[in-house]
């Protein structure tokens, strides 16, 4: 498979409010953007299972290789997402998210090798994507582990598309499974993910704007009650 995409879904004509507009809108409309998004809710956004200084953790440490600083951080941020994401897969299905999406109904499209978008449903499409990752982390010539191996020209950009991807499965567990993880006792597990992926994200410039913005309410939420 050989890429992603993503798009507003047609079907979803709602306009919901950014964070800075909530405060103008009166009570009832404040109460609707939360119970649509109940991560939003500030008991859940403060709950996280470490209160590490994560620009402390994601800075690149001196006299260390930026390129075998990314490379390690992708291999440990997929082997938590891979896992965080299978504790949730018989609450995933075809049946139950028979569209990958994220906040607002955005629909993420897969391109296989020929160009050819996919819309599928969120099980096929963490399939893609965790197979996908997988591949890249096992490919020498990707990612290298022996003494003396260089990383290759393009390693940056194969690297944005890995957390691009790997910030598109946390989207959709918050969009559609974020009370299924309250149930279990996942939501601190999954805004300590959520915070340490765009903090590093942000501190080596791995996503755009544009990708992160479904999410950019949580983003500013959990900011406001990080490292306190």
Known sequence: MGGCQSHPSAADTQ?????????????????????????????YVSERITHTDMTALTTLPP?????????????AFFKHINLFSSALSELCTPT????????????????????????????????????????????????????????????????KKVFLLLFRVLAHIYWRHYREALVLG?????????????????????????HTQPLQDLIIALGQHSLT
Request: hydrophobic content about 35%; aromatic content about 10%; charged content about 20%.
């Open 63 to 75: 006299g260390l290789d930026q390129a075998e600083w990314l490379a390690s951080n992708t291999v």
């Open 186 to 210: 996942l939501h601190p597990h999954l805004n300590t993910l959520f915070i340490h992926l765009t903090h590093f994200s942000l501190q080596h410039d791995l996503l755009e704007a544009e």
């Open 15 to 43: 306009i919901v409010p950014q964070p800075s507009d909530v405060n103008k809108l009166g009570d009832n409309n404040n109460e609707r953007v939360l119970e649509e998004r109940p991560y939003l809710q500030q008991q």
């Open 96 to 159: 139950t998210c028979p569209t990958a999406c994220g906040p607002d109904n955005t629909v993420y499209t897969w391109k296989d090798d020929q160009g050819k978008k996919l819309r599928c449903s969120a099980p096929l499409y963490f399939d893609y994507t965790m197979s996908y990752i997988q591949d890249l982390l096992t490919d020498e010539d990707v990612f290298p582990t022996r003494a003396g191996s260089v990383f290759p020209a393009g390693f940056v950009f194969l690297v």
